[in-house]
């Protein structure tokens, strides 16, 4: 089974950075999609970005150029490194593993505020 262990979130000022990490343990079927999510309080869970294992990438259009997805396979961590933050990309991000199973992660607070 697959468990997934999010981290790096914080406070960040309006322009700043914040490198989300995603730590991965479990046995991964050979065809699997990694994903980062965000929920803000009182609107729905959004995809922000996805990660196939053949290393295809998309990304929502809210956060084109602004973040990128990435992964090492050597540290089995799942990254989202976040630029150009603005107040509106304040959530709660949770990274999901989608294979012949599914897992979530706890999710961790990014909060941008001056």
């Known amino acids: 089974q697959v468990q997934l262990v999010e981290s790096g979130g914080g406070l960040a000022q309006p322009g700043g950075s914040l490198r989300l990490s995603c730590a991965a343990s479990g046995r991964f079927s050979n065809i699997y999609v990694m994903a980062w999510y965000r929920q803000a309080p009182g609107k729905q869970r959004e995809l922000v970005a996805t990660?196939?294992?053949?290393?295809?990438?998309t990304y929502a259009d809210f956060v084109k150029g602004r973040f990128t997805i990435s992964r090492d396979n050597a540290k089995n961590t799942l990254y989202l490194q976040m630029t150009s933050l603005t107040p509106e990309d304040t959530a709660v991000y949770s990274c999901n593993y989608a294979g012949t199973q599914n897992a979530w992660g706890q999710g961790t607070q990014v909060t941008v505020s001056s």
């Open positions: 990660l196939t294992s053949t290393g295809r990438t």
